[in-house]
């Protein structure tokens, strides 16, 4: 029996790529799409995650979400992703039919949990949904079978500033609320969308050779971002943080190094806002440190670290499920 998946997203260029993915993969069950301001604006994200699943015939439910942080400002990414979130092209990829659900998306995770035995939730974009969710229903957190979460930098720099990658920066109180909470989380950081993961212009020929309206969604909607990838750190290529994210949460075989650890979320710090503090080293019990991770240290879950992935195994995914 497929598995069932909740995506919870905000709907930009690589975020596509990886719903694409679970929709199109025979053991995976999406049983809701939620969407949260991020890459773009609440109703945008509602929009493009409505084509998704237009493009791929299936019928999803679509909720929408929060519009903007729990304390801060919404910040779009929008220079990386076009205003669109999907490169700019127009009309070209608008649903042409459907409409979202009438539920908030908050108040769908928690009947999704609630209701779904071994379910996964795969956070592609700010976590201000799932912390609503929390909120209101803390019981949920230990019903959810697995929550991957692509978001963070374990002990390395961010996107959108040296501490901190975008979807917890944007949110970073959110963020806090959901690593406390005890659910599940398996952190897939920014890191992974750099190097051996990117796709190179080989690459996106092959993926172009398959003649699939799929691949070609996939890199069509990824140009504008490929051109902000080079600005970011000079590298040419397609990268898809979210995509690799989802990879792991289909094939948790493609993890090759990962372990349990402490995290928190630095919500304080102008320098350092959004940074996820991992303790890698397994301090946080140590005298000198209790006192500041004492509201983790009494929790038994820990999240899960990626440290390695298998690249070729993820491209191997993506080629097949674009295909």
Known sequence: MPRPFLIDTDAGSDDAVAIVMALRHSDVDVRAITVVAGNVPLAQGVQNALYFCELCAAE????????????????????????????????????????????????????????????????????????????????????????????????????????????IWCDPEAARIVFRSGMPIEMVGWEFSQGAFVLSLADIEALRQLQSPFADFAIDCNIKGMRGYEVQTGEIGISLPDGVAMAVAIEPGIRLASSRHYV????????????????????????????????????????????????SRWKALLFELLA
């Open 60 to 167: 999803v439910p679509v909720f929408a979400g929060a519009g903007r942080p729990l304390l801060r400002p919404y910040a779009a990414a929008d220079w990386f992703h076009g205003a669109d979130g999907l490169g700019d092209w127009g009309e070209r990829y608008q649903p042409r039919g459907s409409a979202a659900a009438g539920s908030h998306a908050a108040d769908a995770i928690i009947e999704a949990a609630r209701r779904t035995p071994g379910l996964t939730i795969v956070t592609l974009g700010p976590l201000t949904n799932l912390a609503l969710a929390l909120l209101k229903a803390p019981d949920i957190a230990p019903m959810i079978a697995r929550c991957v979460v692509m978001g963070g930098a374990a002990c390395t720099n961010g996107n959108v500033t040296p501490a901190a990658e975008y979807n």
């Open 264 to 311: 928190d979320v630095e919500t304080d710090s102008a320098l350092t806002r959004g940074m996820t503090v991992v303790d890698k080293l397994n301090l946080a019990g140590d005298a000198r440190n209790a006192a500041v991770w004492q509201e983790l240290i009494t929790n038994p879950n820990k999240p899960l670290i990626c440290w390695e992935l298998d690249a």
